[in-house]
């Protein structure tokens, strides 16, 4: 069954990376087609929040490629570089994607609520989770097995943190895209390029989710076969 679990590893961490490199690769290409409105993704943010009746929310430049994101602690939309200077469809899809969280929490929208209550036991999880299971496995050799239900326990905390992401960036680009769709910022054959790079974007936490669940359901086969 271990070896089953790395087997498992290895073909979703094989999918992650094409998804990974077909989404860099769309990024990439849709990066070189600029927008007939020649906003910036600094500009499309602004503009996106100011019609969302959003005016405490700050647009900010981080370092990092595809670095972009919404911290509703600070309430700041942090682009990257070529996002938040570029004036591509990449840089408006992104730009009103992360715009989207904004959007989601001066809604109240209970996801992002939620997710954003589970950072302090995800980051607590993941920085131990993977020694507590090997631990747990050793000692579940020997016939103990409280240690491998602790890391059970700590990876359905990062697993329902996952499960939650996915409703939180699918809406989050259906408001972007909602919004990009009724705006001039683009046209009708810019959007459906937007509209392709937000649907790469949201395969990566498909894939992520998917490979966290079948992941958990192995190590509880694990505990329940060895109990038995």
């Known amino acids: 069954m271990t070896s089953e679990i790395w087997l498992v590893s290895l073909l979703f961490m094989g999918i992650s990376m094409l998804v990974s490199l077909i989404l860099k690769g769309k990024f990439s290409r849709y990066s070189?087609?600029?927008?007939?409105?020649?906003?910036?993704?600094?500009e499309v943010a602004e503009k996106m929040l100011r019609e969302n009746g959003i005016y405490d929310v700050q647009v900010t430049s981080v370092d990092g490629f595809l670095s972009d994101h919404y911290d509703p602690e600070k309430k700041t939309v942090n682009l990257s570089p070529d996002v938040y200077e570029g004036s591509s469809v990449a840089a408006?899809?992104?730009a009103a994607h992360e715009c989207g969280h904004?959007?989601?929490h001066a809604a109240g929208y209970?996801?992002?609520q939620l997710r954003s209550r589970l950072v302090p036991a995800v980051q607590f999880s993941a920085s131990i989770v993977n020694w507590v299971l090997l631990a747990g496995l050793i000692m579940a050799a020997s016939g103990s097995y409280l240690l491998l239900l602790a890391g059970i326990v700590l990876m359905a905390i990062t697993v329902a943190f996952s499960l939650i992401t996915l409703p939180v960036e699918f809406d989050?680009?259906?408001r972007a895209l909602n919004w990009l769709?009724?705006?001039n910022v683009t046209n009708?054959?810019?959007?459906p390029l937007a509209?392709?790079?937000?649907?790469?974007?949201a395969t990566t936490y498909v894939v992520a989710a998917l490979a966290a669940v079948v992941t958990l359901f192995q190590y509880i086969s694990i505990f329940t076969n060895r109990r038995d």
């Open 32 to 42: 070189k087609v600029q927008l007939s409105s020649g906003l910036s993704g600094k």
């Open 92 to 94: 408006a899809a992104v």
């Open 102 to 104: 904004a959007v989601q």
């Open 110 to 112: 209970a996801p992002l």
């Open 172 to 174: 989050a680009s259906k």
């Open 181 to 183: 769709n009724h705006t």
């Open 188 to 191: 009708s054959s810019e959007y």
């Open 195 to 201: 509209k392709d790079a937000l649907k790469w974007a």
